[in-house]
């Protein structure tokens, strides 16, 4: 494969050319939302497997990441997710959990990679060779594959917990801060999953008690 035949595999060609076999691509998903986990993935494909429509998540229709979510985790040759609860940001703050988030996907995998591109500009804690790259999610497949399994595994998470707590619409609004939501936050308080650090803009100061789980 010529190192400039795809926009979107120049990273992984020129790791190949440098002698390095298998690469992971990791992303996330989830540092932004006033509650729920944050999520991260690693993904290594094949060396010859290419998909022209793997790209930025944030880029792709709900749909069309559902069906990519497929198509990468039945053609990678390994693949792994992993979560932060809100709990853990709250204790040692969103950067961190998702640094955490990112190493423990790599250290999911079933193959030990070789090298590790990273969407974003740090990363602390991975102990792999690596490299972050700025918006790799729209420069790397490894990555942007990544960051669809991140972002389809969290939604359908949110999906989840919103049978739970029907009030916020956690369904549709996964979890950020719109208008709905902080209405909402407005009305109930916290629940659980929300993330009490982030909270202060919208209620105070004092954050109210969390809302404890229906039984």
Same mark, same amino acid.
């Given at each position: 494969?010529?190192?400039?035949?795809?926009?979107?595999?120049?990273?992984?060609?020129?790791?190949?050319?440098?002698?390095?076999?298998?690469?992971?691509?990791?992303?996330?998903?989830?540092?932004?939302?006033?509650?729920?986990?944050?999520?991260?993935?690693?993904?290594?494909?094949?060396?010859?497997?290419?998909?022209?429509?793997?790209?930025?998540?944030?880029?792709?229709?709900?749909?069309?990441?559902?069906?990519?979510?497929?198509?990468?985790?039945?053609?990678?040759?390994?693949?792994?997710?992993?979560?932060?609860?809100?709990?853990?940001?709250?204790?040692?703050? %969103?950067?961190?959990?998702?640094?955490?988030?990112?190493?423990?996907?790599?250290?999911?995998?079933?193959?030990?990679?070789?090298?590790? %591109?990273?969407?974003g500009n740090s990363i602390s804690?991975?102990?792999?060779?690596?490299?972050?790259?700025?918006?790799?999610?729209?420069?790397?497949?490894?990555?942007?594959?990544?960051?669809?399994?991140?972002?389809?595994?969290?939604?359908?998470?949110?999906?989840?917990?919103?049978?739970?707590?029907?009030?916020?619409?956690?369904?549709?609004?996964?979890?950020?801060?719109?208008?709905?939501?902080?209405?909402?936050?407005?009305?109930?308080?916290?629940?659980?999953?929300?993330?009490?650090?982030?909270?202060?803009?919208?209620?105070?100061?004092?954050?109210?008690?969390?809302?404890?789980?229906?039984?």
């Amino acid at each position: 494969m010529e190192i400039n035949e795809n926009r979107m595999l120049v990273y992984e060609s020129e790791l190949y050319e440098r002698g390095f076999g298998a690469i992971a691509g990791v992303d996330e998903a989830g540092r932004g939302p006033l509650c729920g986990s944050v999520f991260a993935a690693a993904v290594i494909f094949p060396r010859d497997f290419y998909c022209g429509e793997i790209n930025d998540s944030k880029k792709l229709t709900e749909k069309k990441r559902e069906r990519l979510f497929d198509i990468i985790t039945e053609n990678a040759s390994a693949y792994s997710v992993k979560e932060i609860d809100a709990g853990t940001i709250d204790k040692i703050n %969103i950067l961190r959990a998702t640094h955490k988030a990112m190493c423990e996907a790599v250290d999911g995998l079933d193959i030990r990679p070789d090298f590790v %591109i990273i969407d974003g500009n740090s990363i602390s804690g991975m102990e792999i060779a690596h490299r972050t790259i700025v918006k790799g999610d729209e420069k790397s497949m490894s990555i942007a594959a990544a960051s669809i399994l991140a972002k389809v595994s969290r939604d359908r998470e949110m999906i989840r917990l919103s049978e739970e707590y029907p009030e916020y619409n956690f369904a549709k609004n996964k979890g950020y801060g719109t208008k709905e939501h902080r209405e909402a936050l407005l009305k109930y308080g916290p629940c659980p999953i929300h993330r009490k650090t982030f909270l202060k803009k919208i209620l105070g100061d004092t954050v109210p008690p969390i809302k404890e789980t229906p039984v």
